[in-house]
């Protein structure tokens, strides 16, 4: 679906003083090379019947109203970058602004040389404000959105993390007091185990959360940034480091345990995610797009509680931050008034709207998110550190869906002890490496 935004001259008199103020803030010119333009083209990774594409279309028609620079705004979908790629070579790129996913930024535009430094974004006012977008963007976030040379290849605006959900209705006692350590963790499981209960729920066809499980137990026990050493290491000699054999076993227990609701491992997503929310299971981990996902099948006496994956005795308590917002292709004919929409977008006003519209944590301090995700908002602000998922490993998506995957599986359904499973990602890792690196 495209969307052509237009502007009248009775527009742009009336706000003829606004673009003198924009310019006067001045686009960020991160890497210069274009001149200021009056048009660009912007392709979303949404679709036009989803909530953020309205808040889209309502800010590409306001930033068209206030600067006079038209948008030609195309919602792609998630195939966006897909789209994008083939012509990224040559001098006739198709879009001058998208937004996506860091990993998909990152691994399309950033790792091939194709992503414009937005270092310099981070200077520029905020349109309308006294603030920069440095100033509403939390450094933790700036420093995830760096290449290998310090350069910005992207501008967040919102976040994603992953949190142990439940009902506080029916768990008032969990609410009150959610465990703060692994111990204390199994023993909830237990407890709840033993009064009858299936404690967690987990879709297990979708092999990305059942990993999700070993990789967060795995950051917990190292700290954030050290898994990502241990994977990165092609020698497979971080494997033998004791934290990873103590966080597979910390996964073992959990397999062990048995914990999970009847039917997880050959369900089929969203089957038990909505036993979840239908209260045939206590705990949920997962992404907080989980309350807006089960939020339909929840009935009235569900009220979403969270807390953050507890620590295991190495004390660490990093979070997983999955970050989107902008990119900008290297060979954009249109980069500056691209930026400009940049600095316009990450308002508050329209951060407010993603907040309450969409549902989602954006990456603004002072934009207070819907009840079911302040909990999460609150863990992101006081994690003592911040790590996207896999730690950040880079250009091992093919090893994550091969081999680590499948091996979580086998973890968690407790069909393979932790030292087992040390000795087999370690061994695979290293012929993955030699066959990919």
């Known amino acids: 679906m495209r969307l052509r935004t237009t502007t009248t001259s009775t527009a742009l008199v009336a706000v003829a003083a606004l673009t003198l103020a924009l310019s006067a803030c001045g686009g960020a010119s991160s890497t210069g090379g274009d001149a200021e333009t009056k048009e660009f083209t912007y392709w979303s990774m949404y679709k036009e019947d989803e909530p953020r594409a309205q808040v889209i279309k309502d800010a590409v028609a306001a930033f068209t109203q206030e ?45 091939t040389g194709n992503a414009r430094d937005l270092s310099a974004v981070y200077d520029a006012k905020v349109t309308g404000e006294t603030k920069t977008v440095g100033e509403t963007v939390p450094r933790a976030y700036q420093d995830l959105v760096k290449d290998k040379e310090g350069h910005t290849y992207l501008i967040p605006t919102n976040v994603q ?4 959900f439940f009902n506080k209705k029916q768990l008032p006692d969990v609410a009150a007091h959610p465990p703060k350590t692994f111990d204390e963790f199994i023993a909830l499981l237990d407890q709840r185990k033993a009064a009858g209960r299936a404690p967690l729920a987990l879709d297990g066809d979708i092999l990305a959360y059942v990993d999700q499980w070993v990789s967060t137990l795995m950051i917990r ?52 995610q909505q036993k979840w929310a239908q209260n045939k299971a206590d705990l949920l981990y997962m992404g907080t797009w989980g309350p807006s996902e089960t939020g339909e099948i929840a009935g009235k006496d569900f009220e979403y509680g969270s807390f953050p994956f507890p620590k295991t005795a190495a004390g660490h308590d990093s979070e997983q931050a999955s970050l989107y917002g902008y990119g900008i292709p290297k060979k954009a004919r249109n980069g500056v008034a691209a930026e400009k929409f940049i600095q316009f977008f990450l308002g508050k006003k329209w951060m407010d709207r993603l907040a309450t519209e969409e549902k989602s944590i954006t990456v603004r301090q002072d934009v207070t998110s819907v009840k079911d995700l302040q909990g999460p908002q609150k ?28 091996l979580s599986k086998k973890i968690i359904s407790g069909r393979i002890s932790a030292a087992d499973y040390v000795a087999e990602l370690k061994k695979s890792t290293v012929n993955w490496w030699k066959a990919n690196g």
């Open 67 to 111: 600067t006079g620079i038209k948008v030609e705004l195309i919602f792609q979908g998630r195939e966006v970058l897909n789209k994008l790629q083939p012509t990224l070579v040559g001098g006739n790129v198709a879009a001058d602004l998208v937004d996506q996913s860091q990993f998909k930024i990152r691994d399309t535009l950033a790792a």
């Open 161 to 164: 993390t992953w949190q142990v």
């Open 221 to 272: 026990e190292l700290g954030a940034g050290n898994w990502k050493t241990v994977l990165e290491d092609k020698t497979g000699a971080g494997f033998d480091k004791p934290e990873v054999l103590k966080a597979a076993q910390n996964a073992e227990r959990i397999g062990r345990g048995k914990y999970f609701v009847d039917g997880w491992d050959a369900s089929k997503f969203p089957a038990i």
């Open 379 to 406: 863990a992101l602000k006081d994690a003592g550190a911040i790590h996207v998922s896999q730690d950040g490993a880079e250009g091992m998506s093919d090893w994550e869906t091969k081999i680590a995957q499948p």
